[in-house]
């Protein structure tokens, strides 16, 4: 079976009740990375699920990547929990990070060597903010829409960023991924596919959709749509 680790179905716009199915249906789809999203109700209003959900998850499911998506405050407190359950990639918010976390990142990534590290920004960061501390990730997460809830349009111009990160690692010889999250469609996914971007985190359009493998086919065509 061919895999598929372009598209990341984001968990949160599952039926909670049906997880089971939806996790094995998506293995069925050759799917290599499931996002799961951490909301504390601090860094941002909601609340949606954490450890306990994923170390179910975990147990029942061996043959998918779950990608932690910290939408929290203590992110690097948070990342180390995740990363002792087993979780092999994990991002969290540059704008929740303190000058302390940066200096922690190090020992994580000592720690816990074979799992990836990456920062997500939100709309409001911009890629110069994080030129800096871009060598320390594994990947940057671009959220194209504001943190905290499914079912939002897509920010105009977030795949500008995917552009620029893309520029500046092959510019600075970096090797971090670039993924994108938020509002992602068979509009939107080209915008982004053709800025550069290596995974796309679509929750709404892959979950809502009657038929979902014809969604993941549409997601992958390049072709700009009006
Ligand atoms: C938003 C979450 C996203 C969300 C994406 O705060 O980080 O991962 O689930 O959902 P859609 O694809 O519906 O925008
Ligand atoms: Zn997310």
């Not at 030129?131 to 959220?143: G, H, I, K, S, W």
């Amino acid at each position: 079976m061919e895999k598929e680790n372009l598209i990341r179905p984001s968990l949160l716009a599952a039926d909670f009740l049906h997880l089971s199915k939806d996790v094995e249906e998506m293995i069925s789809f050759g799917i290599t990375h499931c996002h799961f999203d951490v909301m504390d109700g601090s860094f941002v209003k909601e609340v949606s699920f954490g450890q306990p959900l994923f170390r179910s998850l975990k147990k029942y499911f061996s043959d998918i990547v779950f990608d932690v998506h910290l939408m929290t405050l203590n992110p690097l407190l948070q990342a180390e929990s995740f990363l002792s359950l087993g979780a092999k990639e994990v991002c969290f918010h540059y704008e929740a990070m303190t000058l302390g976390d940066i200096m922690k990142i190090n020992r994580l990534k000592e720690k816990f060597a074979d799992c990836k590290i990456g920062v997500a920004i939100s709309p409001e960061t911009s890629v110069n903010e994080i030129l800096t501390v871009l060598p320390l990730f594994d990947y940057v997460l671009v959220m194209s829409v504001v943190p905290g809830k499914g079912g939002q349009a897509f920010i105009e111009g977030s795949e500008k960023k995917i552009a620029d990160l893309d520029a500046i690692r092959k510019e600075k010889d970096l090797t971090f991924l670039i993924g994108v999250d938020g509002g992602i469609n068979e509009k939107t996914a080209p915008l982004c596919e053709n800025s550069g971007v290596d995974f796309l985190v679509a929750g709404s359009y892959y979950f809502k959709s009657q038929d979902r493998k014809l969604a993941l086919s549409c997601l992958h065509s390049k072709e700009v749509k009006e």
